[in-house]
């Protein structure tokens, strides 16, 4: 069974400070996708990435950057210079790589960014 | 904007009543899944219709059924509900060949008395 774990329920950081969103996950599968999802206020989740088991490189997009260790089984979520908007309800998520798409979430992080 | 719309936004049952859902996917985007999202808590995959066909289930009672159109709408009805029934009921479309990347409408918010 694939199970992912969030174990920072809340956050709060002050505006402008560096911040990471651990995940955790468990899974039987050798290979698997792993993503990290953005919950606004308004409900809708945004995709943000998309990781494959077989690909451990680190990424970096703007002032977004993950980092995949499978050695711990992790994929932390750290924002960088972190700003108002990006408060909300982060979700990091794990699916098998074959069949269908089902994502099995974690339980969230909610991230307050205090201006 | 993920072009994903879902109707009713919001909705109120009462225990042992029907509830139908509907979701309007992204254009062009043959697959759609539906989600339950409790309060506080990560959204749990019910089902995925690929072309018109059940494509995958999660751990949700038969009393959870759903329908994919031709045009790829879909709808969730859920029968003989209960409490635990009440959450955000999130639909999400996708493309085959994009593992995994869903683009979510905002959700029908059930609540059962």
């Known amino acids: 069974a694939q199970k992912v774990t969030q174990a920072q329920t809340e956050i709060s950081v002050v505006e402008k400070e560096d911040v990471t969103l651990d995940c955790v996950y468990e899974?039987?599968?050798?290979?698997?996708?792993l993503f990290w999802y953005k919950q606004p206020p308004s409900g809708e989740l945004v995709f943000l990435i998309r990781?494959?088991?077989?690909?451990?490189q680190n990424e970096i997009s703007g002032r977004y950057s993950w980092n995949f260790q499978k050695s711990t089984s992790s994929f932390n979520f750290t924002i960088t210079a972190s700003q108002v908007v990006d408060s909300a309800v982060y979700f990091c998520?794990?699916?098998?790589?074959?069949?269908?798409?089902?994502?099995?979430f974690g339980t969230g992080t909610r991230l307050t960014i205090i201006p | 904007e993920t072009g994903v719309t879902q109707s009713p936004t919001h909705l109120i049952k009462t225990r042992g009543q029907q509830v139908t859902l509907r979701c309007s996917s992204q254009?062009?985007?043959?697959?759609v899944s539906w989600y339950q999202q409790a309060l506080g808590q990560g959204p749990q995959f019910i089902f995925q219709?690929?072309?018109?066909?059940?494509?995958g289930r999660g751990n949700f009672p038969p009393r959870f059924s759903g329908l994919q159109f031709p045009n790829y709408s879909s709808e969730l009805n859920v029968n003989a509900l209960e409490l635990d029934d009440s959450a955000l009921y999130l639909c999400?479309?996708?493309?085959?060949?994009?593992?995994?990347?869903?683009?979510f409408g905002e959700g029908s918010r059930l609540t059962v008395l």
């Open positions: 999400a479309s996708s493309l085959s060949g994009s593992p995994g990347e869903l683009f």
């Open positions: 899974t039987r599968d050798t290979t698997y996708y």
């Open positions: 990781r494959n088991s077989f690909d451990e």
């Open positions: 998520a794990l699916s098998e790589a074959f069949g269908n798409e089902k994502l099995t």
């Open positions: 254009s062009g985007h043959n697959t």
């Open positions: 219709y690929y072309r018109e066909e059940e494509n």
